[in-house]
């Protein structure tokens, strides 16, 4: 054989299957037996299983099916699966509960049991006696969420210390001065960080609960099986993540039922929720015109709600990035119009009078902090050693204090840059595994989620920021582990700036193994016993197809390089920068002594109108600041209260409807 075959991987596979082959019944070959599995998750065709068994080449479709009802028998994230299939009497749709676990090196591993082989059966049969137990939530006459008192907010906005590496942001926002093109925000810190960390989290699929995923005890019987995991493991308190919806129904049957763990609010759908909430607050503004100068009029509405996630955070930094550029510029002698720096751009004398910082000196410097970044560990770069850097971030403070106290309008606008800041600290605590950080950016979003009466998450956030400063002192433990960055973050790359909310994990490995192909989506049938079939085995098979591709190699290829650090993508970065600034150029938002509060698309003036949106956090303190001793059951907030934007001074749909009609009749009449 080996002077035959060369490759050894070849050479066990052909002698699999010779002796497969000579003695069928004897024993299960493993390379045939894995991809069998692996053939029947991805392609779900039996068809194709049966040809490939009788060309020698796997387990027969029978042999994987007995397989399948066989095995029907620490951070966890649970969400709902949902799959609406499209049947005559609508019936034979999935509304589920989905689980997965995920182990981060240094935490408990369990290992994989055997599995004992048995005959093929009902498919209604297994599944009655496997898959996760269904427990009857019993609510009892207990005080439950009544019980939990808001603390006062003065303190859980306790005074913390950022941490030195948020310098990078201020870099990364100099880079426009360099001659070479700035990557974005994402794939500069990609790039750039560095650290310790504790590795690539393994992520495994559990059994899906076939119940309605928002009824109590389909709630409940997610949390006694992961209690009763976690016991297996020898975990006194397990962690569980759940979406706003999910969390709060969760949070009261453990408050109920006075059960031992720590319920998590979703970072991912809380960044989504907050992203909506300055969608709102700058409604009619202007922003979104800015954004139309890259991004189609239709897609803007999505971006604006937060819920093209991906697109929002990219037209959000450039949108941020092009307004810090023009609030540096001034402070520049010497600056160059743009990144491409073609030509010089005509200055004013009092630009000239504010510039602190030589533009020949700062680049000297940048080039100089490129550099070092090579050579220093991400958390050692001292700014002391460029003076110009320094002065230019010095002046850029006392810049922005002049222009919030001199004008609504600038006032308004830097506050949009505070929250995208926010919202990068958020991002950058995952993605880095700090705790500390986490804590701080959620205590910064609280207020908004109230001022643009996001009602749901200005409470469930709230709380939970209530729950994770109490967590020292009611679990050390579960404390101990965030702090080291274990259990707070997922990692699914073994990079230090990879780190990923559970509740993101959930969506990208089991939503798309249920409707990417192989998943129940993609042409298995809607038979109840298809489905049930399906839904007990494939966390499973899930991970036999995991083993086959690390033995052959066949992974789904993608590149070592961020995506966002290519040089296509960085050249479309700038030029979408570019237009979303020229627009900004146009548009003037940071105009001294500017009297009028007012909109830069239509030109709509605050004066005399109840419009605040500039005051989005001073609302929202207050909104907050009602709550505080009140119970979780009693609070009530009022959608009156929320901040008026620049949509309050449009017209309304009904007087659009009415001055329609108006000249319809008028051009009849005449």
């Avoid at 005890?217 to 016991?231: G, P």
Wanted: net charge neutral; charged share 20%; with cysteine.
């Amino acid at each position: 054989m080996e002077s035959l075959v060369k490759k050894e991987l070849k050479q066990v596979s052909i002698g699999q299957a010779i002796v497969n082959a000579v003695k069928p019944r004897s024993s299960i070959a493993p390379i045939m037996f894995g991809l069998g599995i692996e053939t029947d998750k991805v392609f779900g065709s039996r068809w194709l299983l049966t040809e490939l068994n009788r060309l020698g080449f796997s387990i027969s479709h029978d042999e994987a099916t007995r397989y399948k009802q066989s095995v029907l028998k620490i951070q966890w994230s649970a969400d709902n699966v949902d799959h609406n299939a499209c049947t005559l009497d609508g019936k034979g749709t999935l509304h589920g509960m989905g689980v997965v676990v995920s182990t981060t090196p240094g935490s408990i591993i369990q290992g994989l049991t055997p599995i004992q082989s048995q005959k093929v059966r009902c498919a209604n049969d297994v599944i009655a006696s496997s898959g996760i137990p269904v427990v009857v939530y019993d609510p009892q006459e207990q005080p439950g969420m009544s019980s939990v008192i808001m603390k006062p907010l003065i303190e859980l906005n306790m005074v913390n210390v950022l941490p030195k590496e948020l310098i990078h942001d201020h870099i990364w926002h100099t880079l426009y001065f360099h001659p070479n093109l700035r990557p974005s925000w994402s794939g500069y810190m990609t790039d750039i960080s560095s650290g310790d960390y504790p590795g690539q989290s393994a992520v495994s699929l559990l059994p899906i609960i076939d119940l309605n995923p928002s009824d109590m005890t389909c709630i409940y019987s997610t949390l006694k099986f992961v209690e009763s995991q976690a016991k297996d493991l020898g975990i006194n308190t397990p962690v569980i993540t759940f979406d706003q919806p999910l969390w709060i129904k969760a949070s009261k049957i453990i408050k109920v039922k006075s059960l031992n763990m720590v319920c998590m609010l979703g970072g991912f759908h809380l960044l989504m929720s907050f992203i909506g909430s300055i969608g709102m607050l700058m409604k009619a503004s202007g922003l979104e015109e800015a954004m139309e100068q890259v991004y189609g009029k239709n897609t803007v509405p999505h971006i604006i709600s937060g819920k093209a996630i991906s697109r929002a955070l990219r037209a959000h930094f450039l949108a941020e990035s092009a307004l810090v550029c023009k609030l540096m510029i001034p402070l520049v002698d010497g600056v160059r119009q743009n990144v491409t720096h073609e030509e010089d751009e005509e200055v004013s004398d009092e630009t000239l009078e504010r510039a602190s910082v030589k533009f020949n000196e700062l680049n000297v410097e940048l080039e100089q902090i490129m550099v070092d970044m090579k050579a220093t560990p991400y958390l050692d770069i001292d700014l002391q050693q460029y003076p110009s850097m320094l002065r230019l971030i010095d002046s850029l403070a006392e810049y922005k204090d002049l222009l919030q106290q001199s004008s609504r309008t600038a006032k308004f606008w830097l506050q949009y840059i505070y929250y995208i800041d926010v919202v990068k600290l958020f991002i950058r605590a995952e993605r880095t595994g700090d705790w500390n950080l986490h804590v701080i950016a959620l205590s910064r979003m609280i207020n908004l989620f109230a001022a643009t009466a996001h009602i749901h998450y200005a409470k469930s956030a709230r709380l939970h920021l209530q729950n994770m400063l109490d967590l020292k002192n009611t679990h050390p433990w579960v404390y101990e582990q965030f702090a080291n960055g274990r259990l707070h973050t997922i990692r699914r790359s073994d990079k230090f700036w990879s780190g990923l909310w559970a509740d993101l994990i959930i969506e990208q490995v089991m939503m798309r193994s249920l409707k990417s192909s192989g998943g129940l989506t993609r042409g298995r049938g809607i038979l109840e016993s298809t489905r049930q079939l399906w839904l007990g085995s494939m966390h499973r098979c899930a991970d036999i197809h995991n083993a086959m591709s690390e033995l052959t190699g066949a992974y789904r290829k993608t590149s070592e390089q961020h995506v966002q650090l290519t040089q296509s993508r960085i050249l479309r970065d700038q030029q979408d920068f570019k237009k979303i600034k020229e627009w900004f150029d146009v548009h003037e938002p940071f105009c001294e002594n500017e009297p009028n509060f007012k909109s830069l698309s239509s030109g709509l003036l605050a004066a005399g109108s109840d419009v605040n949106c500039d005051e989005a956090e001073k609302v929202g303190r207050n909104i907050q600041c009602k709550l505080d001793g009140m119970n979780m059951e009693n609070i009530t907030m009022k959608r009156s209260d929320k901040v008026h934007t620049f949509e309050n001074l449009l017209p309304t749909k009904k007087l659009e409807t009415i001055l329609f009609k108006l000249i319809q009749q008028y051009y009849s009449v005449g």
